[in-house]
């Protein structure tokens, strides 16, 4: 019979083991400090990029409706099919491109999720990727994890133009993707048509895939229409379109988007997603099948928030504050040089401590020091959380 194992005389392991890590110079990110500061400070958080209303009840009863009829057990990888084509049919109707529901549709965990799985399956190390900044935080840690080499173009306050002369001479043989975001997080601006057609100048006769970021997408003011690059055949022969029932609903939490992308290139999109993911919960998938069954809650969302625009930049225009353009998303840039000279980091938790309303400093979506005296706030908010923040920016 073996003796015991002595545990006393055992070396024991009080550390884990160390690795070099994959995101070295990924830390806490500004969103998280600026949410934390507001909790404690008691402010109207207009940093966070989120609503804070509840969504349609109709939605969650046909969510709810759905996990009653038993349908709790994995869907198809791809997505369930009477999703998969809702959403066929609405891009049609929309922008005048079919996509087949079976080979050209894939339901995500998210538009961040759809993002990295595009740029997994289709940079490789080496590769380099355009990204236009300022730009949504996952960008970069994507293309680095997938070992590809980000190349920018910045964009300059006030206007935040596209400097198409400079994304054009930013091709070069090892271009794999472009990355582009329309309507825009942070700035609020939107590609117009003539955007779409002088990018597709660009990348004709190249093998330069684009990545299309276009959550926001029912959220256009003014009468202009959103300009996918769906809308365009040389440009979707090319590119994979994301998504987000989340932003387009109010329902954030729920984690679901889609990626629309030719059938070659959905292929591979969905070698990654069948391991990353392999695929998203089924009742929402059935839910929001039924739900998109009415298009109105989409067609009417630019007038629902055109109108909360509208209130907020109203009440922006008796302050200090300078209001840049805002024609997309739910985000209304301001330039505060008026008020300070702080950096914007600093003047984004000082306007926190002090007045009581947190807001995100533009410089944070840029990959070095940029600073321009111009933060973010989010207006996706009940009107009395606005008004309450405006009373605060008032005192300034």
Known sequence: MNAPHDLTTTPMTTTPPSFPS??????????????????????????????????????????????????NQYPPMAGVAPLRQAISEKISNLYSRRYDATTEITVTAGATQALLTAILCAVHPGDEVIVVEPTYDSYLPSIELAGGKPVFVTLDAPDYAIPFDKLAAAITPKTRMILINTPHNPTGTVWRADDMKKLEDIVRGTNVLILSDEVYEHMVYDGAPHESVARYPELAQRSFVVSSFGKTYHVTGWKVGYVAAPAALTAEFRKVHQFNVFTVN?????????????????????????????????????????????????FQCVDYSAISDMPEAEFAQWLTSEIGVAAIPVSAFYHESHESGVVRFCFAKKEDTLATALERLARL
């Open 22 to 71: 994959r995101l070295p110079s990924v830390g806490t990110t500004i969103f998280t400090v600026m949410s934390a500061l507001a909790a404690e400070k008691n402010a109207v958080n207009l940093g966070q990029g989120f609503p804070d209303f509840d969504c349609d009840p109709r939605i969650v009863d046909a969510v709810t409706n759905a996990m009653r009829e038993g349908h």
């Open 282 to 330: 089924t009742p929402m998938q059935l839910g929001l099948a039924h739900y998109m069954q009415d298009p109105a809650p989409y067609v009417n969302l630019p007038a629902f928030y055109q109108k909360k625009r509208d209130f907020f930049r109203a009440g922006l225009a008796q302050s200090r504050f300078k209001l840049l353009p805002c024609t997309g998303t739910y």
